[in-house]
C-alpha cells in the first residue's frame, strides 16, 4: 500500500561539492576502465578493438548504475515518496567503488590463489574456490562479501536520508531487491545453461 508522506525532500546530499563530481566520476569510471582490462578483455579480441570493447564494459556499468538508480527512484515515487534521482545516482555510482574494490582483490587472489580464503570474508565467497558451487549459484551469489554488504548499506543510508525512513526498514528492502536480482540471475545463468532451476516435469 502506497505511503501517504508524499513531500519531496531534499536531505540527501551530494556525495562531493559540485565542483569535485567530474573528479570524482572519472576516478570511478578510470577505475572500472582499469578493472574490465585487467580481467583479460583485451586479449580476447583484437587489437583493433581494444577501446571500443573496454567503452561498452564501461558503458554497461554506467548503464547498470542509472537503472537501479532509476528503479529505486520510481519505486519509491509509485508509494508516494520522492527520492531525488541525479543525486541518488551519484550516491550509487560512488558507492560502486565497494564492487570495485572487491574486483581488485579478486584479481589480486587469482594472482596468488592462497590469499583467496583470505579474502573471501570481504571480497566474495567465490575466493573460496569451492567446487561443489553450482556455476550459477557462484555467479549469482560469488560477489556476497563485506564489501557487498557495504555498498548495500551506502545504498539504504542514502535512502534513509532521503525519505526519513528508519534505516532498518531502508536496508531491509535494498537488502530483498539485491536478493530478488541475485536470484533472478541464478534462474537466468541456468537457463541459458540449458539447466533450469524449475523444476522438470
Known amino acids: 500500500m502506497p505511503d501517504r508522506d ?30 574490465a582490462a585487467s580481467e ?9 578493438k581494444i577501446a571500443f570493447a573496454l567503452a561498452l564494459a564501461l558503458a554497461g556499468k554506467i548503464a547498470g548504475v542509472l537503472l537501479e538508480a532509476g528503479f529505486y527512484h520510481f519505486f ?15 550516491v550509487v555510482a560512488m558507492a560502486s567503488t565497494a564492487d570495485l574494490l572487491a574486483r581488485l582483490l579478486a584479481a589480486l587472489a587469482r594472482r596468488d590463489p592462497g590469499l583467496g580464503p583470505w579474502l573471501a570474508p570481504v571480497a566474495g565467497l567465490d575466493l573460496t574456490h569451492h567446487d561443489s558451487w553450482a556455476p550459477a549459484v557462484r555467479a549469482a551469489f560469488g560477489s556476497l562479501g563485506l564489501l557487498t554488504l557495504t555498498r548495500i548499506a551506502l545504498t539504504a543510508e542514502a535512502q534513509r536520508q532521503a525519505l526519513g525512513l528508519p534505516f532498518a526498514r531502508a536496508m531491509a528492502w535494498t537488502s530483498a531487491v539485491w536478493l530478488a536480482t541475485r536470484v533472478a540471475l541464478l534462474f537466468v545463468v541456468d537457463l541459458m545453461s540449458g539447466m533450469s532451476p524449475l523444476p522438470r516435469g
Open 6 to 35: 508524499r513531500s519531496r525532500t531534499t536531505a540527501l546530499a551530494w556525495p562531493f561539492a559540485p565542483w569535485f563530481l567530474p573528479i570524482g566520476f572519472g576516478a570511478v569510471a578510470y577505475g572500472w576502465w582499469r578493472a
Open 40 to 48: 583479460g578483455l583485451a586479449p580476447r579480441v583484437g587489437s583493433g
Open 76 to 90: 519509491w515515487k509509485g508509494r508516494g515518496r520522492w527520492l531525488p534521482f541525479w543525486r541518488f545516482f551519484c
